[in-house]
């Protein structure tokens, strides 16, 4: 009889070290899902902080650059961004301007040592041409 009653209680002793030895490795794994998710939490945080840094040196470059271009027409040289504003002085067809930042459809040039502002639309465009449009805008938000 007694080898009996150690047959059936040995099986339920077992089955409750094991039960508690896999809850504790279960609690542990948690535990280190936790750490990660906060740690990873804490790196997207990191590199929102860096991209917001590329951006800013982005526009740094792009104001201090000038990317040459030419007029597709005759076009007006203009005081500030608007349709308004004083004109300083009229531009050749295909004359070379150095566009330096864009602001409200209007790229800030500079031709013949003046600084001044043509409508986008009236310079030739290419890839630097819109990488300053972009960053104008960027700068906008």
């Known amino acids: 009889m007694k080898i009996l009653i150690f047959i059936f209680i040995i099986p339920f002793c077992l089955y409750g070290?094991?039960?508690e030895y896999y809850q504790h490795k279960i609690d542990s794994v948690?535990?280190?899902?936790?750490?990660?998710?906060?740690?990873?939490?804490q790196l997207d945080k990191e590199i929102k902080n860096w991209e917001r840094e590329i951006v800013k040196l982005t526009i740094k470059s792009a104001v201090m650059d000038c990317v040459a271009t030419t007029t597709k027409l005759r076009v007006n040289f203009r005081s500030d961004p608007s349709?308004?504003?004083?004109?300083?002085?009229?531009i050749e067809r295909n004359d070379t301007v150095y566009v330096r930042g864009y602001d409200d459809d209007y790229f800030l040039c500079k031709s013949n040592g003046r600084h001044g502002y043509i409508l986008a639309s009236d310079l030739y465009s290419n890839d630097e041409i819109e990488k300053i449009k972009t960053i104008g805008k960027l700068k906008k938000n």
């Open 30 to 41: 948690k535990q280190i899902q936790k750490d990660l998710k906060s740690k990873i939490s």
């Open 17 to 19: 070290q094991t039960k």
């Open 83 to 90: 349709p308004f504003s004083d004109i300083i002085r009229t």
